[in-house]
């Protein structure tokens, strides 16, 4: 036989033997079990990565860690994912973990408002309305969540529905002032001009420091042909140091 042919032979067959062998081996990690993730040790490492404002890894740390448990991830870790990615800034898969978690955890009051803050950003007005008054429903005192759904509502041109929450805050919170001041341009919007000078008029009650409520209220009286009252709240204001009352 030809040398040459008995190495051509020879190295068919190491080939052979080697993509065997290959083969071998994958056909081990196919069959292998796969190795077990550990869910505990990713929610502990997301837990200090939040903690430390890294946002976007903890919300992947909290995503790999639901993953593992799947159906069984307890609700705590779907409301810790959601946060994560809020704070992350990932906008819409956000909202849909948010929606995630409020399945498991539906009364959670904090999580609707949560979700309709995010939805608000996202200009997704009428539903952040939704999940605003959702977390109303379940804690009526929460202030801050009565006051953003007045400011879905006036992005929407719903007048009367945001003055309607804005006037709760001004009771709730009186010291709130952006809540009176979004509270009088509702109703002046709305075209209830009463409305918002009696507004103003609790406001200066409120804030009897404040003599710019007087100039504004001023001028709302020059608008409603009420020039008396309006002259006699300038010299008021003018008294008080606003300059614009005193021209």
Sequence with gaps: ??????????????????????????????????????????????????????????????????????????????????????????????????????????????????????????????????ALQAALDREPDRWKARFDLGMTELRQGRHRQAADAFDAVTRQRPQERSAWQNLVKARTEAGDQEGALTALGRMHQAHPKDPQTLLTMATLLQTMDRDDEATAL??????????EACQ
């Design 1 to 130: 036989t030809d040398p040459r042919a008995r190495t051509g032979l020879a190295r068919i067959a190491g080939a052979s033997k080697a993509s065997g062998a290959l083969r071998s081996e994958l056909e081990a990690r196919q069959e292998a079990p796969p190795e077990e993730v550990d869910a505990e040790g990713l929610r502990v490492e997301a837990h200090a990565a939040f903690r430390s404002g890294k946002f976007a890894t903890a919300s992947r740390l909290y995503g790999e860690a639901v993953e593992a448990l799947g159906d069984e991830a307890p609700a705590s870790l779907l409301r810790n994912r959601a946060i994560a990615m809020h704070k992350a800034g990932q906008g819409l898969p956000a909202i849909r973990a948010y929606q995630a978690a409020l399945t498991a955890a539906p009364e959670d009051a904090e999580l609707h408002y949560l979700m309709g803050t995010l939805m608000a950003s996202e200009g997704q007005h009428g539903r952040a309305s939704r």
């Design 234 to 243: 300038l010299s008021e204001a003018c008294t008080k140091g606003i300059k």
